[in-house]
């Protein structure tokens, strides 16, 4: 499957952005989808995912109750909907695909099969 995930741009604190990450060439309701994000000189570090059926969701700590994923099988896209932002938000964000299953640890960014290319959120103060 490929990934592309758009959405990202310059935004004041506090403010929100929509990211989205659309699928191609696959069965996109067969596949967890997961978000991450690379803040500039840090890790590539977790910070949201939904089952292949949307009924379960994870967030990292630090974006729990401002982030929200969420995905529509019949558009084949996954979104972020990020609220609240803050200046340590800003990183490029990637979207990635692993078929049926969530990696365990969640933090694992290793059991992700399928990436798409990042996109940067900038949130300024």
Known sequence: V???ACGGGLVQTGGSLRLSCAAAGGTFSRYTVG????APGKER???A???NSGGS????DSVKDRFTVSRDN???TAYL???SLKAEDTAVYYCAAKYLRIPRPIENLKGWDYWGQGTLVT???
């Open 2 to 4: 490929q990934l592309q």
């Open 35 to 38: 978000w991450s994000r690379q």
């Open 45 to 47: 570090e977790f910070v």
């Open 49 to 51: 995912a939904i089952t």
């Open 57 to 60: 969701t994870y967030y990292a």
């Open 74 to 76: 019949a558009e084949n």
């Open 81 to 83: 909907q990020m609220n």
């Open 123 to 125: 949130v300024s103060s």
